[in-house]
């Protein structure tokens, strides 16, 4: 697409675009829409975007001599001898991404318009639901791509990313890819952060849901109001042909009441629900009895909580939604293990029950200690856990109070303290689960930690790492060191052999 076809296509659709430095008739051809001023290649229009540590602007000259043939920028800047699609001084940060995201899928080719896209929202549950579909899907004949925290995903092809939404050049590219392999169906996680930067912009969405909502991401919502906003324009932008499940919350429920979308409200405890799940817990996993608007269904799983009952019904409640049938959804997500570091259980040969898991939030430490609780109930459970530094603050009480609430003994230790004291951090944490009684330590060195655990077990106890999950590393002082808690957990059993 040139140019000139790219801005009349803008004007005529309400945005005010002004065209400079495109002198003696300059027009050339857009190959695609670039974000990042390294990444450029020649023909790419440098989309010079107002970011959350820098400003896209103060890389025109690196962009233009990497080969950009167009700049979209905010404003008066000006560099080298290329087409400027301008956009006024007055546009929100947040407008300027929206654009710059449409254009993406623009010269994209439309990609995600060729598939089936899920996206799914949520503090909990975003990873777990995603993995899920990509398995379940799959196993129904239907060619599925994902991406989220765990990356970007199609067949054997992997892509890492650093956000659990990618920025939108990044996304509409690779959904490119996926419809050039063939592929039918995408399902991405959707993050508030992700959606309030405009990453999912372009992204034309089939059927969205949302797991839940509860405290997380503060640091940068600074209101729960504020952060189920930022997740309800998900569903805002959605087209009436669109499906969208809702938890039964009225709150949620009425902050998506302008979404145009065919909305579906789901439960495990709501009889009254739209789409309902009952079920049943022991060690072995679950008994999920489905019944709703997308008919009767029954998922023996693996799969321990009641978190992981709600996940199996999301999921299921997308598939219905993709036209894939009630008992071919239930065989297919019955055969699904759980996500990677999503109560993933490491070395089962060992006398404990050893578990990691991503809960980095208060009500996910919750829910995952009393899902262990529920599933080995003669047991005693201890869980190793910390707090990320340079992010919510606030949660780091509360997470101490969730797990001395719901833990017969908890040890304390670093997460990922990134910039932050690792001590300050623990003494926060500390101090929420010394509000309970539950007996507690506090050990600094994750590695150690692991190891004081491991060694206090007796037989049939279980024990939960908490807070990385799938992560391989510990980030310290903006340096990511190797460190992986499934890794750790092994080698302290193996230090016990």
């Known amino acids: 697409m040139k140019v000139s076809e790219l801005l009349h296509q803008l004007s005529a659709n309400g945005a005010s675009v002004t065209l400079r430095g495109a002198e003696g008739g300059i027009d050339p051809q ?45 404003g008066e800047e000006h560099y080298g001898s290329v087409p400027h699609l301008c956009l006024p001084e007055s546009c929100s940060p947040v407008e300027v991404a929206t654009l710059a995201g449409q254009i993406a899928h623009t010269l994209a080719g439309r990609p995600s318009g060729s598939l089936w896209v899920g996206a799914v929202t949520g503090t909990n549950g975003k990873s777990t639901v995603v993995h899920l579909l990509e398995h379940a899907m799959s196993e129904c004949g239907v060619a599925t791509a994902c991406g989220g925290t765990l990356g970007l995903r199609f067949q054997d092809q992997e892509q890492a990313i650093c956000n659990t939404t990618p920025p939108a050049d990044v996304l509409h590219q690779w959904l490119k890819g996926v419809v050039k392999s063939h592929g039918e169906a995408v399902v991405l996680e959707a993050s508030s952060i992700g959606l309030e930067q405009g990453r999912m912009s372009g992204v034309e969405v089939d059927c969205a849901a949302w797991t839940n909502l509860s405290h997380d991401h503060l640091d940068m919502h600074h209101t729960m109001e504020a952060y189920a906003k930022a997740k309800a324009a998900l569903f805002l932008d959605l087209g009436p042909s669109a499906i969208a499940l809702l938890p039964s919350n009225e709150n949620l429920q009425k902050i998506c009441a302008d979404s145009k979308a065919q909305k579906i409200i789901w439960s495990c405890q709501d009889s009254a629900a739209d789409l309902r799940g009952s079920c049943n817990f022991d060690a072995s996993g679950m008994r999920l009895e489905i019944d709703g608007v997308f008919g009767k269904g029954l998922i023996q799983s693996p799969l321990i909580g009641q978190h992981n009952a709600e996940n199996l019904l999301v999921a299921f409640g997308m598939m219905r939604a993709k036209g894939i049938s009630a ?17 993933q259980r490491v070395a089962p040969e060992f006398q404990g029950r050893l578990f990691v ?43 101490g109070l969730a797990a001395g609430n719901n833990a017969d003994w908890c040890v304390v230790t670093s997460d990922n303290p990134r910039c932050e004291d690792p001590a300050q951090i623990a003494a926060a944490v500390a101090k929420g689960v010394q509000a309970t009684t539950c007996p507690n330590i506090l050990e600094l060195d994750r590695r150690r930690a692991i190891r004081l655990a491991v060694e206090r077990l007796l037989p049939g106890d279980v024990l939960l790492l908490a807070g990385k999950g799938h992560e391989t590393y510990q980030e310290i002082n903006d340096v990511r060191h190797s460190f992986d808690d499934r890794v750790e957990l092994r080698e302290a059993v193996a230090c016990l052999a």
Not at 330 to 342: E, T, V
Not at 394 to 399: A, D, Q, T, V, Y
Request: net charge neutral; hydrophobic share 40%.
């Open 30 to 74: 857009l190959l695609r829409a670039c974000f990042d001023s390294r990444l450029v290649q020649p023909g790419d229009l440098f989309c010079g975007l107002g970011g959350y540590r820098t400003d896209g602007r103060r890389y025109l000259s690196q962009a233009f001599e990497r080969g950009a043939a167009a700049f979209l920028l905010q």
């Open 327 to 343: 008992d071919a959804a239930c065989h297919a997500l019955q055969s699904c293990a759980a996500a990677p570091g999503r109560l």
């Open 357 to 399: 898991d991503y809960a980095h939030s208060p009500e996910a430490l919750e829910h995952v200690l009393k899902a262990l609780r529920e599933a080995f109930p003669q047991s005693r459970v201890g869980v190793v856990f910390g707090a990320g530094g340079d992010r919510d603050c606030e949660k780091r009480g509360p997470m």
